[in-house]
């Protein structure tokens, strides 16, 4: 058995064939498709987030209104750029949005990605440490985040304060009991994903990853998979963790569906640098008639591997059309590969 959910980047343009024309859109459209996509039995709402982008960039007012609307799903991201993000307030947004919810919040943070801007962090007042990179900064502020959703103290109170404290040092407040067990880490590679599972953060693969062996993309992806398994082994956390990867999947079960993705398109992994230095491999998509998806998908070993695959959808096309690429996939695919 598995999760399945959507993941969707927001972008919105008023370009042409565009449902998501302006910023409005992708924000009321994103709430919309998460109460279909709980309605339609699936497990997860999933957010992509980006700054200096026609895209999805503040995602505590949408996961919020989500968590309003909806009953049962799972609300997350996938991830939150932590070099833009101030961990405290950061703390109090996340812990309002989780009591909204009733306990679905989860958060998937990560260091970031390639910008729209250069050096975009620095425009939110963040710079790195002497002799610290971006990278090791975003990991800083994710080392406080999780300190201090933990819910202890900290903050010596004032001594004549404007209303009365509990006892003993403060803690963020509104503080959501069990929160620190769903926060998660987009990895990039394998060191990475160790580094989170040490942690004790979930962990996020998504549908790249830096090329480490030059074997196909869902193989070191399932390395990476377990390397992180053996590392929360070795940590010795109490709980189990949990794992997601995200893929583009389409099953062609109407005229719709063999007129946008029926051309084949991304059939192979793709190699291509994500930064001067970094040789990365972009996982391929799916897209087939049921019967040859699933043999297809029976095949990625990272899947396999994964207790939760998050679906990334084509947002502009509109909630209808992603609702029913959603169904297609619960009642086509996953009963046949065993997913439900």
Same mark, same amino acid.
């Given at each position: ?108 943070? *990560? &260091?970031?990605?390639?910008?729209? +801007?250069? @050096? ?6 963040? %710079?790195?440490? /002497?002799? !610290? ?112 990867? *995200? &893929?583009?999947?389409?099953?062609? +079960?109407? @005229? ?6 029926? %051309?084949?398109? /991304?059939? !192979? ?72």
């Amino acid at each position: 058995m598995k999760k399945i959910g959507f993941l969707s980047f927001g972008h919105w343009s008023p370009g042409q064939g565009s449902q998501t024309r302006t910023a409005a859109d992708a924000l009321l459209q994103s709430i919309e498709l998460a109460v279909a996509a709980e309605e339609l039995g699936a497990d997860g709402a999933y957010f992509r987030v980006h700054h200096f982008a026609r895209q999805l960039g503040s995602p505590y007012p949408l996961l919020a209104a989500v968590g309003a609307r909806t009953r049962t799903i799972e609300i997350g991201t996938a991830v939150i750029d932590m070099r833009y993000e101030n961990p405290l307030y950061m703390a109090e947004d996340a812990g309002a949005a989780d009591l909204i919810a009733g306990g679905r919040l989860q958060l998937g943070l *990560s &260091r970031g990605s390639p910008e729209q +801007v250069i @050096d975009g962090w620095k425009h939110f007042g963040y %710079r790195p440490a /002497e002799g !610290e990179s971006d990278a090791e900064m975003a990991r800083r502020h994710t080392q406080v985040f999780l300190d201090v959703i933990r819910g202890e103290g900290f903050a010596q109170p004032n001594p004549r304060p404007m209303f009365p404290n509990p006892p003993g040092l403060l803690r963020i407040e509104p503080h959501s009991e069990g929160l620190r067990e769903r926060i998660w880490w987009g990895a990039g590679s394998n060191a990475t994903a160790v580094w989170a599972a040490r942690l004790g953060m979930n962990l996020q693969s998504s549908t790249l990853k830096d090329d480490e062996t030059g074997e196909p993309f869902h193989v070191q992806q399932a390395a990476q998979i377990r390397a992180f398994r053996e590392a929360w082994k070795e940590a010795g956390h109490a709980r189990a963790p949990r794992v997601s990867v *995200s &893929r583009s999947i389409f099953a062609l +079960v109407d @005229d719709r569906d063999r007129a946008y993705f029926g %051309r084949g398109g /991304e059939s !192979e992994d793709q190699i291509g640098m994500i930064d001067a230095q970094t040789r990365a491999i972009f996982g391929r998509s799916y897209a087939a008639e049921p019967d040859k998806l699933t043999k297809e998908l029976s095949g990625d070993e990272a899947i396999a591997e994964a207790d939760t695959l998050l679906l990334t959808v084509p947002n502009q096309l509109g909630v209808d059309y992603n609702a029913h690429v959603i169904e297609a996939i619960l009642t086509h695919v996953a009963p046949a590969l065993g997913w439900r």
